[in-house]
């Protein structure tokens, strides 16, 4: 079974019998969700309602061409992260698309005619690793976020964690998130404890001086 089966694919191309056949060798391997577009502008307008975890694009296109479409998605901070590979029927001798495409934010590159064990080699590389930063982000989250109920004792303040030990507020939501602490005294506390603690030393500090003097 294809692990990335489910994963959406954009594909466009303003030749329909390409963007058909894309289609076809994509879905003959195992990839379920393909969505096909003959216009980089109708791609975009897709975008806005679903994200896809990749785009197939060619670069030749009436209107909005290839690099352009890379170029806005890129620009996106909600698209950014989509890898792209670009699709056309340059030359391989011919450098100068494949550093456009680079330029342009691309993250590989297929040349016409699509060769299907190519297309499905570079599509899964590509799946694969949008697949490992979904993952990575997901965890990211897990841990920057406190989620649930936290049992707080009413007296020492203590946390009771996940195996039923309890811990100091501050040694919890270390563990938990990328929280660090660094203390300082608020002005309630400076007023209640430490000006108190200040002025005893002060008086310690004179009894003393006196009884040398003496």
Known sequence: MNEFKEMLIYVVDN??????????????????????????????????NKIPD????????????????????????LWKHIPIIMITAASMENSEPLKKSFE??????????????????RVTSALKMEKQRKSLAEALIQVKTLQGL??????????RD???YWQEIESYISNHSEVFFSHSICPDCY????????????????????????
């Open 54 to 77: 990749i785009i197939l694009s060619d670069i030749m296109m009436p209107g909005m061409n290839g690099y352009e479409l890379c170029q806005t998605v890129k620009k996106n901070d």
């Open 191 to 214: 007023q209640k404890y430490v000006l108190p603690e200040l002025n005893e030393i002060k008086r310690k500090g004179i009894n003393k001086n006196d009884k040398e003097d003496s």
């Open 104 to 121: 342009s934010g691309a993250m590989d590159f297929i040349s016409k005619p699509v060769n299907h064990i190519e297309l499905v080699a």
């Open 150 to 159: 936290l049992p707080i004792c009413s007296y020492c303040k203590k946390i």
């Open 15 to 48: 030749d329909h019998y390409n963007v058909k056949l894309i289609e076809i060798l994509l879905k003959e391997a195992g990839f379920d969700v393909v969505d096909t577009f003959l216009s980089a502008a109708e791609m975009l307008k897709a975008i806005e």
């Open 162 to 164: 996940d195996e039923n």
